[in-house]
């Protein structure tokens, strides 16, 4: 069974940045895409980022620039770098993660098969 745990959500000013992190029980980064994505209210679900096992990584239009999206498979985990964070990045952010195919562009969440439980960030 994997889990996958976030953190580094909280609240920032417009401008700021954020690092969310996401790490996983057992080994699983090493063969895994594993994606970004955010649920603000009253609004669906989206992804931001997403990075294949080989390192590429593919994000939303309306984050390029500004979000990183890196991995360190020797830990487990891996990293969402925001900056120059807007009020419309406010979400619940999730990691998810699929152990069996590459994800090579953003994904909607019913490419992945595990999810962490989300962390919030509050841009104001």
């Known amino acids: 069974h994997v889990q996958l745990v976030e953190s580094g959500g909280g609240s920032v000013q417009a401008g700021g940045s954020l690092r969310l992190s996401c790490s996983a029980s057992?080994?699983?980064?090493?063969?895994?895409?594993v994606g970004w994505l955010r649920q603000a209210p009253g609004k669906e679900r989206e992804g931001v980022a997403a990075?294949?096992?080989?390192?590429?990584?593919s994000y939303a239009d309306s984050v390029k620039g500004r979000f990183t999206v890196s991995r360190d498979n020797a830990n487990n985990t891996v990293n969402l770098m925001m900056n120059s964070l807007k009020p419309e990045d406010t979400a619940t952010y999730y990691c998810?993660?699929?152990?069996?195919?590459?994800?090579?562009?953003?994904?909607?969440?019913?490419?992945?098969?595990?999810w962490g439980q989300g962390t919030q960030v509050t841009v104001s």
């Open positions: 990075i294949d096992s080989d390192g590429i990584a």
């Open positions: 998810a993660a699929d152990l069996h195919r590459a994800c090579r562009k953003i994904r909607d969440g019913t490419w992945y098969h595990y």
């Open positions: 057992g080994s699983i980064y090493g063969d895994a895409c």
